[in-house]
């Protein structure tokens, strides 16, 4: 803290977005008449019941998350504010959360919302840029609570960043569900969005696949089929055909992952498989583009099927507009 001449509280406020406690500065021997003082002359600027700011700090989302955390003893961020943390995108008028373990009352602060449930489960805290946070499985539950319209983009943003598995997500629905709490619906309805067949997914991409298959009524197909010791993302059923969606949009891929993949493709091109790859951008941006070039995939290789694409010519113009 810069005039008061206690380096340890200029190194505490470094570590907390320019913020300092009445706690910490008695720690270090500040008495309350100086800590007062400081807040009069304008060394410091008080922020909420016991923490100030340093003058010069950046005035951040994050130092006012900060803020609200330090000011409500034993809090953690939560709801949309954990959500922000983890790098959800979120409204930036977005109400400050914090969530806190006991019943006892907390200072009344104003733009936060104090959260006291009843449900305890995963409350252990994350520190996300120095901030003690809820995990990302307690957020989603949260987040169900006060936005669910955004928590299947939540759900997304978990998966593709690799933050939890599916698998761990429907763990924690499984712990978090009971009558009243209001969250978990919506978490398991967007869940339900990246599973298929019942199964998994791991990305983005089989999803998109998935809802390109449904809109365009192509063929019905096995997910994650197992073909000679391989896990392929989809075979299209009655069919040699595999097609496989590569995560370039999310990971670059290595040039050994790139050796390993094309030496796939021709170990399943001698057993008679066709493989036809795509990317996230392709499904998403051009799905019309490559429900064609599924179709005629399928027309070459599997031509009794392709006639059956609803008298193609038909499904060809749909697939135009």
């Not at 810069?2 to 008695?26: K, N, Q, Y």
């Not at 409500?72 to 979120?90: C, E, F, N, Q």
């Amino acid at each position: 803290m810069r005039g008061m001449g206690i380096p340890e509280l200029d190194l505490f406020a470094s570590d907390h977005h320019g913020l300092v406690t009445r706690r910490m500065a008695g720690q270090r021997g500040v008495s309350t008449a100086t800590w007062y003082r400081a807040i009069g002359d304008g060394r410091l600027e008080l922020i909420a019941p016991g923490v100030a700011r340093l003058p010069g700090s950046p005035r951040t989302r994050e130092q006012t998350i900060a803020g609200a955390v330090l000011a409500v003893p034993g809090s953690l961020a939560s709801h949309r504010s954990a959500a922000y943390l983890w790098g959800i995108p979120r409204p930036a008028e977005d109400p400050v959360e914090v969530i806190v373990r006991t019943r006892t009352r907390s200072p009344d602060l104003p733009g936060v919302l104090v959260h006291r449930p009843r449900d305890l489960k995963d409350l252990k805290p994350v520190q996300k840029v120095h901030i003690p946070t809820t995990n990302v499985l307690r957020l989603l539950c949260d987040l169900g609570a006060v936005d669910p319209a955004a928590v299947p983009s939540a759900v997304g943003h978990v998966i593709t960043a690799r933050l939890a598995s599916p698998v761990a997500l429907r763990a924690a629905i499984d712990r978090h569900s009971r009558r009243g709490r209001h969250g978990v619906p919506a978490f398991r309805t967007a869940l339900e969005e990246w599973l298929l067949d019942g199964k998994p997914v791991d990305s983005v991409l089989e999803t998109a696949m998935g809802k390109l298959f449904s809109r365009y009524g192509l063929p019905p197909y096995e997910f994650h089929a197992p073909i000679a010791g391989y896990v392929v993302d989809f075979l299209i059923l009655g069919t040699p055909i595999v097609l496989e969606c590569d995560g370039w949009e999310f990971h670059a891929k290595t040039r050994a992952q790139q050796e390993a993949d094309a030496a796939r493709d021709a170990h399943l091109a001698e057993l008679g498989y066709i493989s036809v790859r795509f990317t996230y951008h392709q499904i998403v941006r051009q799905p019309a583009r490559q429900a064609r070039r599924i179709a005629g995939v399928i027309c070459r290789w599997a031509p009794e099927l392709g006639a059956q694409l609803l008298g193609f010519e038909n499904v060809r113009a749909q697939m135009a507009g």
